[in-house]
């Protein structure tokens, strides 16, 4: 049973760029979450996918974008990329009030 | 809003040194409390949850934490620890009035020297 699946595993990006990651959830599971964990911190709270739509959303700015897809399937979309945005974006899938399963992230370096 | 917070952020100990790692959250309400381990190389990985009933839970690998309600506190615990131990531990709270998104400690890296 493959378990939460995230593409690409690394990406370098130049500001002002967009960028759009990918997120597969565990088989079963019917939410994702996204989170973006900066160097030496916890990750942050991005926003929360259910039946195709945005279900809560953290602190982040409008250029944090994101899509559920019939299959459960996510992305997570960044617009005018910073230097700021560099981090680890990590993908949560679980059951609406169900535990979280993270997948192995995304490295994003803005340059 | 929720907050959590972990005491310390680099933890060095000897093999079969006994573990604890403190975390203290800032919600009055219902919580669930986690504690996540990430190895190195690895994804993050739930460690032990606590939602209702016994204070004390176990987890994985020999690990138990406390949950006390009174000083809002989420303890993970070992009593002895292995080389294999050696990774970053994250504790997160989530709560049902804010639609269970986990809120993450900054994280403790945890060092066994063997």
């Known amino acids: 049973d493959a378990g939460v699946t995230q593409s690409p595993t690394h990406l370098i990006k130049t500001r002002g760029q967009q960028v759009t990651l990918r997120c597969s959830p565990k088989?079963?599971?019917?939410?994702v979450s996204w989170y973006q964990q900066a160097l030496g911190q916890g990750p942050q709270f991005i926003f929360q996918?259910?039946?195709?739509?945005?279900?809560q959303r953290g602190n982040f700015p409008d250029r944090f974008s994101g899509h559920q897809f019939p299959n459960y399937s996510s992305e997570l979309n960044v617009n005018a990329l910073l230097l700021g945005d560099s981090a680890l974006y990590l993908c949560?899938?679980?059951?609406?009030?169900?535990?979280?399963?993270f997948g192995q992230g995304t490295r994003l370096t803005v340059v | 809003a929720q907050s959590v917070s972990q005491h310390n952020h680099h933890v060095i100990l000897s093999e079969a040194a006994s573990l604890e790692l403190g975390c203290n959250y800032s919600?009055?309400?219902?919580?669930?409390l986690f504690w996540y381990v990430q190895y190195p190389g690895q994804h993050l990985q739930l460690l032990l949850k606590?939602?209702?009933?016994?204070?004390l839970v176990k987890g994985i690998k020999g690990f138990e934490a406390e949950f006390i309600k009174s000083k809002f506190s989420f303890n993970l615990r070992k009593p002895s620890v292995q080389w294999s131990d050696t990774a970053e531990y994250f504790c997160?709270?989530?709560?049902?009035?804010?639609?269970?998104?986990?809120?993450f400690g900054a994280g403790t890296i945890l060092r066994v020297k063997s």
């Open positions: 088989s079963g599971h019917d939410t």
């Open positions: 919600y009055g309400g219902t919580v669930n």
């Open positions: 997160a709270v989530a709560s049902p009035e804010y639609g269970n998104k986990l809120v």
């Open positions: 949560a899938s679980s059951l609406l009030r169900g535990e979280a399963f």
């Open positions: 606590y939602f209702s009933g016994d204070p």
């Open positions: 996918y259910y039946e195709e739509e945005e279900r």
